[in-house]
């Protein structure tokens, strides 16, 4: 096994065939937010134990879409573009760990394979889904416009149902893209044993961030967002918007490469 290569499955000899390419990965996209509040209840039930809920505005949420290119460091995937863009939409939340606060994704769906497995080696509970946002092109009379007035939708479904859809009308530039989804990530990591009974062979809490930050001029709005459960994804029970607090439209760009290991609760046995 040592002699194959891969950063992911599948590993071989040369390494050409894992699904995603060694770290660093760079990303630029589109983000469309709307942040609501919710019950702090139905916060706190989603959290592991020994993570708090923070103090101020405790049900406070984040429901982003990302269109998003994303590449490695040399760069091929952007002459290959099937291997590079990809849409998600995923919700978060914040909480407190160790007298920290964190951002927390506790749901998310995305479009592509590659974007599922660097996700859940980073600790997001990424699932497929079908995905769609308003672009903003600059020119001609079929696009949304960076300007007063503009609306921008969105949508997120999966398995042919559909779970949630937004509208947002830009009122005007933001000194910020929310508070929300603005502190580094609180996840878990964690990989069942092969044996039944011996908890997870993977069992860690870890926290990451971007850096490389390149960030647009963030425009705020007022928000629309209908939430919807179907037989296989819980979103509206968990999750019910109580009060809308806006939308936020913000281009970006950031580099992962790498986070921290907080806890380690992981069984050695097989």
Known sequence: MSS??????????????????????????????????TNPKNIKALLPTGVDLVDEDPGAVAFIWADWQSCSESKEE????????????????????????????????????????????????KKLGSIAVTRIFNRGKATAKLEPGSQLGASV??????????????????????????HPMLHNRWVPSISPGLGNSLDQLITMGGVDLDLGEPWYGSAELELLDSPWDELSSILPVEEIIGGYYREIGVTFNGGKLLLDKSNSKV
């Open 157 to 182: 479904a999966a398995y042919d149902y559909r779970l949630a859809t937004a509208r947002v009308t830009l009122i005007g530039p933001s000194k910020t893209n929310g508070f929300v989804n603005g």
């Open 4 to 37: 194959l290569k891969g950063f992911l499955a599948p590993q071989t000899p040369v390494g050409k065939s894992a699904i995603v390419p060694d770290m660093p990965w760079f990303y630029s996209g589109n983000l469309i937010t709307v942040e609501y509040r």
């Open 78 to 125: 952007l002459l290959d573009p099937v291997r590079s863009q990809y849409l998600e939409a995923f919700v978060v939340v914040r909480c407190k760990y160790d007298g920290v606060t964190y951002s927390r994704c506790v749901a998310i769906w995305v479009t592509k394979d590659f974007a599922i497995a660097r996700g859940w080696f980073q600790g997001y509970p």
